[in-house]
Each structure stands twice: as C-alpha cells, then as structure tokens.
C-alpha cells in the first residue's frame, strides 16, 4: 500500500498528552478509545469493527456496503486496471462511488473460487486512517478447463489495504489496495502471459 504507516499530528499530539498523564499507566484500553473518541479520533474497537466490515463485504457480504462506504466512495487497485482495462481506466480509481461499488462487486458467472475468507495480519490505524496485511483463503471451484488446478485445491494469497474514515460518520471514504496477484494466479492455476506494447496477451504456446 501507498505509504502505509501514516500518523497525524494531531494523533501523536493527543498520544503525548496521555502518556505524560502522572496516571498513564493505570488507563486500560477503554479508558484510551474514549479519550480517541472525544476528540473524533478512531478507537481501537472502531478500527476492527470497520475493518471487520470492510472484508466481510469479499468474502460475500455485500448488504454490507451501504453501512460501511460513504456515498462518495472512492476506491483504487492498479492491478485492477492492468488486467481489466476493457472496463476501467489505465490508472486511478476504478471505483469513484458507493454506486459503482456494488456494481463492482455483482457476479457475472458461477464463481471461480468459494469459501472466500480473510484473515488480519497486522494493523495499525491513527484518528482516521487505517492499514492492514492481510491474507486471502479459497477454494477453487474447478471452473476454469484451462486451468491445471483442481477444484478443491486452495488458493490463498497476501495484501494490505489503506482506508481513509469520514470521521463524523465512521465511514470508509477512499481506500487502497495492493496484493499479490501473481501469486493468486498461480495457485489458480491459470495461465497468463502480457508483454510490453503488445497489443494482446502473448504466449509462446
């Protein structure tokens, strides 16, 4: 993700305070998250809730969206636009709404994989960002009679997502993202080859 480990002054400015407090020590967590929460910072149970949110609209639950995404939504995945340029533009957004969002996220067939799942890694957040490594799990479904995986065979791959939070709602406003699509590819099985200034994909057999 695009500079992940990003922290606001006024994050660092509210965490000074609190650690200087003669009483620090003696704070538990919830005594911090409503600190955050005075001053419209995210909490550290605002973060998971939206994170938890945001991964459960992958994995299948996309009734999700609307209480997760703010209406001006904007969302961005190069790779996305690399291997999908007959429907998104080279390079920024390919999603530039809640709207289009969901239309994103409609199937266009029976899916190549199920039992789509996403596990927290890691994650860091500050008053109103958050960023996480993550890690995919499916299962293939066996779809693809190109493909030399086998329906059942796992495919599991890592990333990390970058989220910007309208504070006032708790809402997701922009978000990136960045994973290893190769990878995602090979344990797919499929078969893929792209040279520079070809016109279409090239493979030599």
């Not at 509210?14 to 419209?40: F, K, M, T, Y």
């Not at 636009?81 to 709207?99: A, E, I, K, L, M």
């Not at 599991?156 to 922009?174: A, F, N, V, W």
Request: with cysteine; glycine share 6%; hydrophobic share 35%.
């Amino acid at each position: 993700m695009k500079s992940l480990h990003i922290f606001s002054f006024v994050f660092v400015f509210l965490s000074a305070i609190v650690l200087s407090s003669p009483n620090a020590n003696d704070h538990d967590d919830d005594d911090n998250d409503g600190r955050r929460q005075r001053w419209g910072c995210l909490s550290d149970q605002d973060a998971n809730r939206i994170v938890k949110r945001w991964y459960s609209i992958f994995e299948g639950q996309v009734e999700l969206v609307n209480r997760t995404v703010t209406d001006d939504f904007t969302f961005e995945d190069e790779t996305i636009n690399f291997f999908f340029p007959q429907y998104f533009p080279p390079t920024g957004p390919y999603v530039t709404s809640r709207t289009s969002f969901i239309q994103t996220l409609q199937p266009t067939g029976p899916p190549g994989v199920e039992n789509i799942t996403f596990t927290v890694i890691a994650m860091v957040h500050d008053c109103n960002t958050i960023s996480f490594r993550w890690q995919y799990n499916g299962i293939d479904t066996g779809l693809d009679p190109t493909s030399t995986a086998k329906a059942g065979d796992l495919v599991t791959y890592k990333g990390i997502d970058y989220l910007e939070i309208q504070t006032s709602t708790r809402l997701i406003q922009l978000g990136y993202s960045s994973s290893d699509w190769l990878r995602e590819i090979y344990f797919a099985g499929s078969k893929i080859c792209f040279q520079r200034d070809a016109p279409e994909p090239v493979c030599d057999s």
